[in-house]
C-alpha cells in the first residue's frame, strides 16, 4: 500500500528553492533523481498479464539507494544473500556513535570521516579478538541520522560469537554470553584509534582533539540475537534503511511538513515534528553519501575473502545445517488485477510517453 504522503512531494514542493540550500552536485542530483521517481521523466513500459490479459502502464523506478520507495528489492536481495552464510551461533550487535562533535566534519568531509569510522571500529574488535587469540568477524551497516533527521553518525555492527584460532579452529569470542567485550574499555580503544587515525589524515586540530578526549565515547552492546533467523530479520530492517520512510509523513502543506519520531530521550516515546520545506530537505540532504560510497562492510571471517575460501569449513566445523530458504512474500511481476497470472513486457518507452494508441483501457501502476 503505498503511503499517502512521500518525501518526493516534499521536494515537488520546494521547487528550485532546492539551489538555495547550499547542496553539493551529488546530493542535488539524488533529490532530482528521488522527485522523479516512478514518474514519465523516467520513463516506463506496458506489462499484459498472461492470464487475464489486462494490461498495466508501470513507470520506471529511480533506483537510488537514498530513495524511501526503491529498497524493498534490494533488501530482500541482500537478505537472501547473507542467509546462506550465517553461522549456527549467537551474534552480537554492537553501535559504535560518532561524538556530536564531529558532525561539522560530517557534512564538509564525509567519505573521510566515515571511512575513518569503519576502519577504527573493526580495529577495535579485532584488537579485542587478537588478546583471545581470535580473528573475529563483523557486519557493518552505516546510519547517518537521528529520528528526527538530524545528524547522528553510527555503526551498526553485527559480531558472531565465535572467532578462529591460528589453526583455523572455532573459539567463544568474550568471557560472558550476556555480552561480547566490555563497552567501557571498546569506548577507550575506539576513541584513541578514530583519533589518531584523524591525527593521520590532519583532520582537525589540537583543540578538536583535546575536546573529543575530554568527552566519553558511545559504543552500547545489545544482547546477542536469538537465533540465525532474528539476525535475518534484524538485517532487514537495518540494512537498506534510510533517514526517514515515506510512512512517517504525516501531513504536507505549501510550506510545512509534519512527521513522526521516537524521542529516545524519552524512552523512545512517540513524538510530532513540522519543519518548513527548505529544513525537511536540507537535512534529509545531509543523509545522502558520497557517490559509490560503501556503507555496508564486511570484516575478518565474514569478508569476502574469508568467506569464498573457507566459510563452508567454518560451517561445517560448527555443525552447521541447511537453513530453511529464506523467501520473502512479494508480488512483482503478478497481475495486480486477477492477482494471479505472471506479467510481460509489451513495450517499454522513455520521458515522452507511451504511443497514444497503446493507452487505451490501461491502469496505469507506479513500479
Known amino acids: 500500500m503505498q503511503a499517502p504522503y512521500q ?20 546530493q542535488l542530483r539524488t533529490l532530482s ?4 521517481c516512478r514518474t514519465l521523466a523516467m520513463g516506463g513500459r506496458v506489462e499484459q498479464c498472461e492470464s487475464c490479459g ?13 530513495c524511501p520507495t526503491c529498497q524493498g528489492h534490494k533488501r530482500e536481495e541482500w537478505i537472501r544473500a547473507r542467509e546462506a552464510e550465517l553461522l ?8 559504535f556513535t560518532l561524538p556530536s562533535e564531529l558532525n561539522t566534519l560530517a557534512l564538509h568531509k564525509p567519505k573521510q570521516l566515515y571511512d575513518i569510522l569503519f576502519k577504527t571500529a573493526w580495529a577495535t574488535l579485532k584488537q579485542f579478538g587478537k588478546t583471545e587469540g581470535l580473528q573475529l568477524g563483523m557486519i557493518a551497516i552505516l546510519h547517518t541520522w537521528g529520528q528526527n533527521l538530524s545528524l547522528h553518525p553510527h555503526l551498526h555492527c553485527i559480531v558472531p560469537s565465535v572467532g578462529v584460532d591460528h589453526n583455523g579452529n572455532a573459539n567463544r569470542a568474550g568471557k560472558s554470553k550476556k555480552y561480547l567485550y566490555c563497552v567501557e574499555s571498546l569506548s577507550l580503544v575506539f576513541r584513541a584509534k578514530f583519533v589518531a587515525e584523524m591525527r593521520n ?16 565515547w558511545v559504543v552500547y552492546a545489545k544482547n546477542p540475537f536469538g537465533s540465525p533467523k532474528s539476525v535475518i530479520e534484524y538485517l532487514g530492517r537495518y540494512t537498506h534503511k534510510i533517514a526517514i520512510s515515506n510512512y512517517r509523513i504525516k501531513a ?29 530537505v536540507r537535512r534529509f540532504a545531509q543523509h545522502i553519501l558520497p557517490k559509490r560510497f560503501i556503507r555496508i562492510r564486511h570484516y575478518g571471517i565474514l569478508s569476502s575473502t574469508y568467506k569464498r575460501k573457507k566459510l563452508h569449513d567454518l560451517q561445517k566445523s560448527l555443525g552447521q545445517n541447511t537453513l530453511q530458504q529464506y523467501k520473502p512474500k512479494s ?14 513486457v509489451i513495450l517499454e518507452f522513455d520521458s515522452r510517453g507511451p504511443p497514444a494508441f497503446s493507452l487505451t483501457g490501461l491502469q496505469s501502476i507506479a513500479c
Not at 533523481?33 to 522523479?36: D, E, G, L, R, S
Not at 513507470?59 to 537514498?66: I, Q
Not at 549456527?88 to 553501535?95: E, F
Request: aromatic content about 10%; some cysteine; overall charge positive.
Open 7 to 26: 518525501v518526493k512531494q516534499v521536494i515537488e514542493a520546494l521547487g528550485s528553492k532546492v539551489e538555495t540550500l547550499g547542496l553539493n552536485s551529488w
Open 33 to 36: 533523481a528521488i522527485k522523479n
Open 54 to 66: 489486462k494490461q498495466h502502464l508501470f513507470y520506471n523506478s529511480c533506483r537510488n539507494r537514498h
Open 88 to 95: 549456527p551461533v549467537a551474534y552480537y550487535h554492537v553501535v
Open 201 to 216: 589524515l590532519n583532520l582537525g586540530k589540537q583543540a578538536l582533539y583535546d575536546k573529543l578526549f575530554s568527552k566519553n
Open 252 to 280: 504536507i502543506t505549501d510550506t510545512h511538513v509534519t512527521f513522526s519520531y521516537k524521542d529516545y530521550k524519552t524512552e523512545g516515546k512517540k513524538k510530532i515534528m513540522t519543519l518548513t520545506h527548505e529544513e525537511f
Open 331 to 344: 508480488l512483482k511481476g503478478i497481475c495486480p488485477t486477477c492477482k494471479k497470472g505472471r506479467l510481460k
